[in-house]
């Protein structure tokens, strides 16, 4: 682990008892970086009132970011392997389905958390983004559900 994160395994050991205390810090870092993440991208979709077009465009961003999907990917790996480390992955559901109580009501809001999270792992396995129209499509059939009849 040291020799992928370009420090000496001394730098490691010394900062760190065990494998977990290392494993439990990194957690906690995403999981702080998510928050912020969370905080920003709050502020953009209230400006935009919920609008569907600026979540999708948000999260295609998110998507073409391949070094956040895949540290964001091996978060939710380590806390579905360790359960105390569950509570710190799971920051991103709760503070997403917080935030878009302004704009949509909680049942949607853990629907779109599924949605992203699913985006997200199959990014993850394909190495490729889904493309923006394909996710306002989807935006629009969560948040506005009556357009997708009409």
Sequence with gaps: MAQRAGVPLGATTYYFSSLHDLREAAVCQLAEEV????????EQVAAADGDPRVLARLLHDYLTDTAQV????????????HEDLRHIALRWVDGFV?????????????AIVVFIDGASMHTTLTGTPIDLNTLERAFVAL????????
């Excluded at 895949?70 to 392997?81: G, I, K, N, V």
């Excluded at 948040?143 to 009409?150: C, D, F, N, Q």
């Design 143 to 150: 948040l506005r559900p009556e357009s997708e009849s009409a």
């Design 98 to 110: 917080e935030l878009a109580s302004g704009w949509t009501d909680p049942a949607t809001a853990r």
């Design 70 to 81: 895949r540290a964001d990917a091996a978060l939710y790996s380590a806390a579905s392997q």
């Design 35 to 42: 928050t912020v993440e969370l905080t920003d991208l709050a």
